[in-house]
């Protein structure tokens, strides 16, 4: 009776160790690689102001997974990367010696700010995608910060052509993300939190007050 128990008891160890492999086996991470496009939206135009040409973005980074669950339905996204983005208006900055001023010009031919940032994104994660399955829905929200690493303004006037690095933006940014689609293309919306300028840069007396709106593409690369 005694090596029945035993027998039993070693067994039922057996099928839980089994088990338990086979579900610590089933865990998987969805470390992936970004890459993104976006077109970026100016909103808080001052008074005469309003967006031109092509305003682009583009990022790149790497996002660690971790899951919340054993099925690896859910997790959190931890990342960085690098972004360049720029803005195409009518509002022109011009710097002498020290001092950076802005002004609206309808007859300019090109004005553009272009900024280049490291970005840190964290999000939750949803998706029903399996270990074995590489194609599926995914909805990721959360937030971006990032700090910018320089900032560029530029105008051409005819022949004229001007550009310095401009220092009157706000150093640390922020905003919310949303990223959602299947396998490898996805819509991706980010809305700034923080304004672009550092709340010292003005035009004819009005506090720009510009913020981000960026909607595009993002691809996943596992």
Not at 40 to 46: A, Q, R, Y
Not at 90 to 96: G, Q, R, T, Y
Request: aromatic share 14%; charged share 20%.
């Amino acid at each position: 009776m005694r090596f029945v128990i035993l027998f039993l008891l070693v067994a039922l160890q057996s099928n839980a160790q089994v088990v338990s492999d086979s579900i610590e086996s089933s865990r998987y991470f969805e470390d992936q690689f970004y890459v993104g496009l976006s077109y970026n939206f100016i909103l808080n135009h001052p008074e005469g102001s309003n967006q031109r040409n092509l305003s682009y973005g583009l990022q790149a980074g790497v996002i660690k997974d971790i899951p919340l669950n054993r099925a690896g339905t859910k997790a959190i996204g931890v990342g960085a990367g690098l972004a360049l983005n720029s803005y195409y208006s009518n509002l022109v900055a011009d710097i002498s010696v020290d001092d950076i001023s802005y002004s609206i010009n309808d007859d300019i031919t090109r004005s553009k700010l272009e900024t280049h940032l490291v970005e840190f994104p964290l999000e939750f994660r949803w998706r029903n995608s399996t270990a074995e399955d590489y194609k599926f829905w995914r909805v990721y929200g959360g937030i971006k910060a990032a700090y910018v690493l320089g900032a560029r303004s530029k105008y051409d006037l005819g022949d004229i052509s001007e550009g310095f690095n401009n220092t009157d933006l706000t150093k640390f940014q922020y905003g919310l993300t949303l990223s959602f689609g299947y396998n490898t293309f996805n819509l991706h919306a980010y809305y700034a939190l923080t304004e672009l300028f550092d709340g010292n840069a003005s035009v004819n007396g009005e506090v720009l007050q510009y913020r981000p709106l960026r909607i595009g593409l993002i691809f996943y690369i596992l």
